[in-house]
């Protein structure tokens, strides 16, 4: 099995009130977060996926480092204890024309620890002399940038800087060992489920909420497959984080999705539709990742009266809610009475060899041919794309594939969600999205040309 192909994580870390989350949507040229002149505005972390010059990357914009007055503020801090210990490159954010404060030597100092890649950004340089950046040079960071979010300037050298660091990150061994990950909000059955498939104790279980803190890992062999259990902690709602609870970063689950071949999305059914999971579950499918949808805690519910609770529907209920991701198969467990729990290895291996399923150019372009006669792609008046032949991507572990034509960009999102449900009837893919890449061969011939004039 092809190894995942991780996405660096580039990790926005610094004091409050620097303008990270500005810069944060500077650089997705969107807004994603909320930015305000409070400091201590945002909350959680924030992530999204970034492209620049074709090099993808997960950016991540985390709290402001505050002094732990309480749990929560504690909890803030420990967001950038995470950030730097699960970020491939970490860019640390200052602010032009303030003194140098103990908040930001810690934040510098703990990025440099990590022996990763460091940015220094001195933020709001419009306020203040383009030269008075080189004072942050005493924070030890070599790397120093100007930016000022406001005026737009300064962050396509950002960029630059992420993409060439990005570039000098060491690549990580393959193996073919599956690699699956535990994920899901705190308190859903994540370490319970993750015992039960070890068949022995090897993390702390607790009734109390967010009990795991860091990743738990395991190796087991199942079928002469080896695999590698991730257990994540839980991944909190936002504004649900509470006094005494540790709050767990959504980046460390960002990372562990990104590490894995198969994620298994825990589902309360005790409380199904909680719009955080399918959050999560979009996460997954962003990533490319395979994704069993897990209903866990049916022991709690199972020994109601037959009257009260009524199986196919909540199962009905359930796929709705997860319509977007209706390739994900569904099983039910119970980590106590350990209902299908062994059946969730058959899916896992069921998904693995899906996701290595390759098909030979001639039958795809035959495949696209008897599809475009069923239903011709529409478009706009003397606009109509026309799809001439397709590739896959047999060096990428998703299933991936490219289409060539004419007016692709005229092609209705929906158009693309048909083809890949013909993939899958006609091909497979279990358990696995699927990638589709419409790419307008004219476009190409002029890029190619272009290049060549170069």
Known sequence: MAASRKLPIVAIVGRANVGKSSLFNAILERREAIVAREAGTTRDSISAKADFRGQQFWI????????????FEESIQDQIFQASSSADVIVVVTEAGTAISEEDRQVATLALK???????VVNKVDRTSHDSIYDYAKLGIKD????????????????????????????KKEDERVKIALLGRPNVGKSSLFNSMLNKQQALVAARAGTTRDINRAII????????LLDTAGIRRSGKIERGVEHFSVLRALSAIEEADICLLLVDATEPNVAQDQRIAGMIKDAGKGLVLVLSKWDAISDQAEESFNFDALIKSVSKDYEFVAWAPLMVTSSISGQNVTKLFDLILKIKTAREITVPTHELNNWLVRA????PPAG??????KLNYMVQETDNPIPAFKIFGSQTRFIHWSYRRYLENKLRD????FGNPIQIWFIDKHATKKDKAKGEKD
Not at 114 to 120: A, C, F, Q
Not at 157 to 163: K, M, R, T, V, Y
């Open 144 to 171: 120093i940038l100007a930016t000022s979010v406001t005026q737009g300037s300064g962050i396509y050298d950002l960029l630059e800087h992420i993409s060439a660091s990005i570039a000098r990150v060491p690549a």
């Open 60 to 71: 991540v914009d985390t709290a402001g480092m505050k002094d732990p007055e309480d749990d």
């Open 426 to 429: 006609n091909f497979g893919y």
């Open 114 to 120: 990590t022996k990763k890649p460091v940015i220094l």
């Open 380 to 385: 706009l008046k003397n606009h109509m794309p």
């Open 221 to 228: 062999r199942y079928r002469n497959q080896e695999m590698e």
């Open 372 to 375: 475009v006669r069923e239903h």
